[in-house]
């Protein structure tokens, strides 16, 4: 033992001639748990710390140890410890020891035990299933949960699925996903879809994400929607039936009645347009192109004709050659592939 001080006259024997600073620190600190210290040990105590700073190091090692084994319930604290043949004792027994091997072997226990119980409590936040779902250009897909829970995934889609004992999550970076979800109240289903977060225990609901917006419909049920971390928007609760937009700032759109059919189209492979503007109506083609249709830049009033018709979305052409039929437009094919809508 270094000593950067002597000890006091008085110290006990035992601790005097102790090596170990660990089993010294045992020793102390059952003493101080018991409460019955006296001003002298009281004295010695503190200068046995002093006097090494490895006994300062054990001391403290020990308290953290005790703070932890506190916070850990006492039925499961003691199923931890029992092996079969030896009997944990209560925290009061440490208290009452009056050897410091026996109190060693005791806060030995409790290294193990919070060992044990921060295994579990890992164990416990591990995914009980994941999946990663990616879907190319031209690719749509089916994928069945562990539930019963399934999912439409549009094309270039990409999306994770966790599920935990508790709860059950999908962050969706990218694409379209059609959810029908198991209802379960005990582990509600969550999505993260960047600036839009939707909870729901068991409906049937489509989510878009293109670049930072997030389109939410409501097939059936209820879904309650909130915005990005930071933003005002206080939870929309959609029912079927009802659609709602929030935008990258996570500001969004008022929930407002949506035409479902025409929405979720996508799963029966069909473009759906109710009475929609050119724009938008180019801007869906696009997503099933590999290469871009838009709109002269010298016809933006162009974007503003509406359009009410059902194609495929395997064939695209049909709906460019069709459209200089329904509306006052023309196309012009690209060298690069693109087409481009202007006014005759």
């Known amino acids: 033992m270094t000593h950067s001080q002597q000890l006091p006259e008085g110290t006990p024997a035992s601790i005097s001639r102790c090596a170990d600073p660990h089993e010294a620190a045992a020793f102390w600190f059952a003493r101080h748990q018991s409460g019955e210290m006296s001003d002298m040990e009281l004295q010695v105590f503190e200068a046995w710390k002093a006097s090494d700073s490895a006994h300062e190091r054990e001391y403290q090692a020990l308290q953290q140890v005790w703070t932890m084994a506190r916070h850990i319930p006492a039925n499961r604290l003691r199923a ?15 208290a009452k020891s009056n050897g410091w091997r026996s109190v060693g072997a005791t806060f030995a226990f409790l290294f193990a035990c919070i060992a044990g119980f921060a295994g579990y409590q890992w164990q416990q936040a591990q995914p009980t299933f994941n999946a990663s779902v990616d879907t190319p250009q031209g690719k749509r897909q089916k994928v069945a949960l562990p539930d019963g829970s399934s999912v439409d995934v549009n094309i270039r889609t990409h999306m994770r699925i966790d599920y935990y004992r508790d709860r059950r999550i999908a962050i969706l970076d990218a694409g379209e996903v059609s959810f029908n979800i198991v209802h379960d109240t005990a582990k509600p289903f969550l999505v993260d879809a960047g600036s839009g977060q939707i909870r729901v225990t068991g409906t049937q609901f489509n989510v878009r994400r293109d670049s930072d917006e997030v389109f939410i419909t409501v097939v059936s049920g209820t879904v309650v929607v909130s915005s990005m971390a930071g933003s ?18 996570g500001h969004a759109d008022e929930p407002h009645g949506v035409n479902v059919a025409a929405v979720t189209a996508w799963r029966e492979g069909k473009l759906v347009f109710d009475n929609q503007p050119l724009a938008e109506v180019v801007r869906e083609v696009t997503r099933y192109r590999l290469h871009p249709v838009r709109i002269a830049g010298t016809s933006a009033d162009l974007g503003q004709l509406r359009l009410s018709s ?30 481009e809508i202007y006014r005759p």
Do not use: H, Y
Request: no cysteine; aromatic share 4%; net charge neutral.
């Open 232 to 249: 005002s928007m206080p939870p929309a609760r959609l029912t079927a039936g009802m659609g709602m937009r929030i935008d990258a700032k």
């Open 310 to 339: 059902t194609f495929s979305i395997n064939d695209t052409e049909a709906l460019l050659v069709a459209l200089p039929r329904i509306l006052p437009v023309k196309i012009r094919r690209e060298p690069d592939g693109s087409v």
């Open 80 to 94: 931890l410890a029992d092996d079969g043949n030896t009997r944990f004792p209560p925290q009061g027994d440490v």
